[in-house]
């Protein structure tokens, strides 16, 4: 059974930092790994994909690495905003059909 | 583009009563659709799935059931609520690609239904 594991729980920084959420899961026989942003009472939203064939991806200033043989994921945030508070879900798609999620990250950037 | 629209957004609704929350998807054909939870300080989990019409897959033994009457609507049904039926509902959709059984092109999530069950 795939289990996904975020660290940390929690993260504080002052706006301006760069900061790394990390993601790991225990059955690397994945299609792909997809990072979500959570607000408050809302949906989620995607923010990258990586399919199990690439090694990262980049949208503005976010960047998500993929090493599917030892089952780890990482999003790095650079430069930080109070506008990137919220919480970070990551998500592995495998052969079962389903998306299988971390717990998450809850990120509060700080002016 | 394609959209997702689930409602209402936030429903109150007394132990015992029914329950109906829809979702539909736009600007596509034929997507997987799924119906998942999150409850109060949990992870999310799914609950159902489905690949096309009438074609439902049960994640977990529970008290609701879901149902898709037509291509691009998923509706997610209870004769009666309990009170651990509370959470945030979320519909979502995908497809599938060649690359085999479960490969997809990402999933997209719809803004969520939170409902409490009193």
């Known amino acids: 059974k795939q289990e996904v594991t975020q660290i940390p729980a929690a993260l504080s920084v002052p706006e301006g930092e760069n900061l790394v959420l990390n993601c790991s899961f225990t059955d690397s026989a994945i299609y792909n790994l997809q990072w979500f942003r959570q607000d408050p009472g809302k949906g989620l939203t995607s923010l990258l994909l990586i399919q199990s064939s690439q090694r990262e991806q980049t949208s503005g200033r976010l960047n998500a690495s993929l090493d599917k043989s030892s089952g780890r994921s990482t999003l790095y945030i650079a430069a930080s905003q109070p506008g990137d508070s919220a919480t970070y879900l990551c998500a592995v798609s495998g052969t079962a059909s389903k998306l299988t999620f971390g717990t998450g990250t809850r990120l509060q950037v700080t002016l | 583009s394609q959209t997702i629209h689930q409602w209402p957004a936030t429903l109150v609704q007394p132990v015992g009563s029914p329950l109906s929350l829809e979702c539909t998807v736009e600007g596509t054909s034929n997507p997987n659709l799924y119906w998942y939870r999150q409850a109060a300080g949990r992870g999310l989990q799914l609950l159902f799935y489905?690949?096309?019409?009438?074609?439902i897959s049960s994640e977990v033994p529970q008290n609701l059931s879901a149902s898709r009457p037509q291509d691009r609507q998923f509706i997610l049904s209870s004769k009666k609520l309990l009170l651990s039926d509370s959470g945030f509902y979320l519909c979502a959709w995908s497809f599938w690609s060649s690359a085999g059984p479960g490969a997809n092109y990402g999933y997209t999530f719809g803004s969520g239904t939170r409902l409490t069950v009193v």
């Open positions: 489905s690949v096309g019409i009438g074609q």
